[in-house]
């Protein structure tokens, strides 16, 4: 938006969704960029898709931006390179930018924002003082081998190769918004090697017989559950105290049943599961909304419901109310561990549900792109893992080949 910059105008200057500029009439090339923090940034821009970030507007006033301006433009036409090119960033602690710059980003624009900053604060401690510019290649081969070989106060041993890699990540990333806020000229860690860290080899799903001892395990469980609240209420009326909701035959014991069968039939993330509302649930159309800021794409999607997924969830309603979130519940994880031991399960994880939903979709010939769309993935290149479970599909093609 081309306007006259104001002091008053600037002051006034409200964030908004995502970044917005205000491009100065009266000198040109000076930029007013706001960020949805509330940040605000003066840029200089002396030609097309060249610019630097010039200073924050706390410090730098609308008259000094000008002048700036003026002289950058100058120095373009006479040297065709102005000074501001030449010269490198002026560089910050690792700490200060976390505080001032990083964290009120991320806690607006990512979704566990303070959680990549939080991490990168507890895992890159002995690094907070060094300045941006001081990061390099030798510095992350000592904090990698350093790492790897440090217990951990939470496990009392070192990480694994795959939670090092990931911790690099966060650090990876937030250095290339420095970048883009001309506090680097270079994210110095994208040239790096990517660290070694052996996937899994085999993608666990679950086979005929160990589905068949899950769902009975799920069941046992339910009806253990609904014996212990009807002898508990029993116990409770012969003493006159107050009763806890009955649970009739056939009811759900706890959320454990229902979450695990539409993990099952739908494939959706642990996350996306737990933060499901019934306003995300249509019943009626079959359907179940993901909200962007539940998935891990960051993009809203649309998940059918099968006819198990829908009567699991119509009995949940009926049982709990269709009000607020369809499971109040923080995690499942100890419930799960329970639930593997009881059906007699070993080395699955609940994430695995996921691949469990996906290789049945393979295996019943749908096409890649749309398991792909089911699961929410950004790119085809992590479905391509399933490519395997449809040799009928492969040998289906080259059987079209005629001689």
Same mark, same amino acid.
């Given at each position: 938006?081309?306007?006259?910059?104001? +002091?008053?105008?600037?002051?006034?200057?409200?964030?908004?969704?995502?970044?917005?500029?205000?491009?100065?009439?009266?000198?040109?090339?000076?930029?007013?960029?706001? #960020?949805?923090?509330?940040?605000?940034?003066?840029?200089?821009?002396?030609?097309?898709?060249?610019?630097?970030?010039?200073?924050?507007?706390?410090?730098? %006033?609308?008259?000094?931006?000008?002048?700036? &301006? #003026?002289?950058?433009?100058?120095?373009?036409?006479?040297?065709?390179?102005?000074?501001?090119? +030449?010269?490198?960033?002026?560089?910050?602690?690792?700490?200060?930018?976390? %505080?001032?710059?990083?964290?009120?980003?991320?806690?607006?624009?990512?979704?566990?924002? #303070?959680?990549?900053?939080?991490?990168?604060?507890?895992?890159?401690?002995?690094?907070?003082?060094?300045?941006?510019?001081?990061?390099?290649?030798?510095?992350?081969? %000592?904090?990698?081998?350093?790492?790897?070989?440090?217990?951990?106060?939470?496990?009392?041993? $070192? $990480?694994?190769?795959?939670? &090092?890699?990931?911790?690099?990540?966060?650090?990876?990333?937030?250095?290339?918004?420095?970048?883009?806020?001309?506090?680097?000229?270079?994210?110095?860690?994208?040239?790096?090697? #990517? +660290?070694?860290?052996?996937?899994?080899?085999?993608?666990?799903?679950?086979? $005929?017989?160990?589905? %068949?001892?899950?769902?009975? &395990?799920?069941?046992?469980?339910?009806?253990?559950?609904?014996?212990?609240? &009807?002898?508990g209420n029993h116990w409770r009326t012969i003493r006159g105290e107050p009763l806890y909701p009955d649970l009739p035959l056939g009811s759900y014991g706890d959320h454990l049943t229902p979450v695990v069968l539409l993990a099952m039939n739908t494939g959706l993330r642990r996350g996306e599961l737990l933060s499901l509302t019934w306003a995300d649930v249509d019943l009626e159309g079959r359907m179940l909304t993901i909200r962007a800021e539940n998935a891990k794409s960051g993009r809203q999607r649309h998940v059918p419901l099968n006819t198990e997924g829908q009567a699991v969830l119509a009995q949940w309603g009926s049982q709990m109310g269709r009000v607020g979130r369809v499971f109040d519940v923080a995690d499942v994880k100890t419930a799960w561990g329970g639930l593997l031991e009881s059906a007699c399960i070993s080395g699955f994880r609940f994430h695995d549900l996921r691949h469990h939903f996906a290789s049945k979709l393979v295996r019943a010939g749908v096409d890649l792109n749309t398991v792909r769309e089911l699961l929410g993935h950004a790119d085809i290149t992590m479905t391509l893992r399933y490519s395997h479970l449809s040799p009928d599909g492969l040998a289906a093609a080259v059987a079209k080949l005629t001689a």
């Amino acid at each position: 938006m081309r306007t006259v910059l104001t +002091k008053r105008i600037v002051e006034a200057a409200e964030p908004r969704d995502r970044p917005y500029e205000l491009r100065d009439i009266r000198v040109r090339g000076l930029i007013l960029r706001v #960020q949805p923090s509330g940040y605000k940034a003066w840029i200089i821009e002396w030609t097309r898709g060249k610019r630097r970030t010039l200073g924050a507007f706390g410090h730098l %006033t609308l008259e000094q931006a000008r002048a700036h &301006a #003026q002289q950058t433009a100058a120095e373009y036409i006479q040297q065709g390179l102005p000074r501001i090119a +030449k010269t490198k960033p002026t560089s910050c602690t690792l700490d200060v930018f976390l %505080t001032d710059r990083y964290a009120p980003w991320a806690r607006v624009e990512l979704k566990g924002g #303070q959680g990549y900053v939080e991490r990168i604060r507890a895992v890159f401690t002995g690094m907070l003082d060094t300045l941006l510019t001081d990061f390099n290649a030798a510095l992350i081969d %000592t904090w990698w081998r350093d790492r790897l070989t440090s217990d951990t106060a939470k496990t009392g041993k $070192p $990480p694994t190769k795959a939670t &090092a890699a990931r911790d690099l990540a966060c650090l990876r990333s937030a250095l290339t918004k420095a970048v883009d806020w001309g506090l680097l000229e270079r994210n110095p860690l994208l040239g790096l090697r #990517q +660290k070694s860290v052996q996937s899994r080899k085999v993608i666990r799903y679950l086979s $005929p017989d160990e589905e %068949t001892r899950l769902r009975a &395990a799920l069941q046992r469980r339910d009806g253990y559950m609904v014996a212990a609240r &009807a002898s508990g209420n029993h116990w409770r009326t012969i003493r006159g105290e107050p009763l806890y909701p009955d649970l009739p035959l056939g009811s759900y014991g706890d959320h454990l049943t229902p979450v695990v069968l539409l993990a099952m039939n739908t494939g959706l993330r642990r996350g996306e599961l737990l933060s499901l509302t019934w306003a995300d649930v249509d019943l009626e159309g079959r359907m179940l909304t993901i909200r962007a800021e539940n998935a891990k794409s960051g993009r809203q999607r649309h998940v059918p419901l099968n006819t198990e997924g829908q009567a699991v969830l119509a009995q949940w309603g009926s049982q709990m109310g269709r009000v607020g979130r369809v499971f109040d519940v923080a995690d499942v994880k100890t419930a799960w561990g329970g639930l593997l031991e009881s059906a007699c399960i070993s080395g699955f994880r609940f994430h695995d549900l996921r691949h469990h939903f996906a290789s049945k979709l393979v295996r019943a010939g749908v096409d890649l792109n749309t398991v792909r769309e089911l699961l929410g993935h950004a790119d085809i290149t992590m479905t391509l893992r399933y490519s395997h479970l449809s040799p009928d599909g492969l040998a289906a093609a080259v059987a079209k080949l005629t001689a």
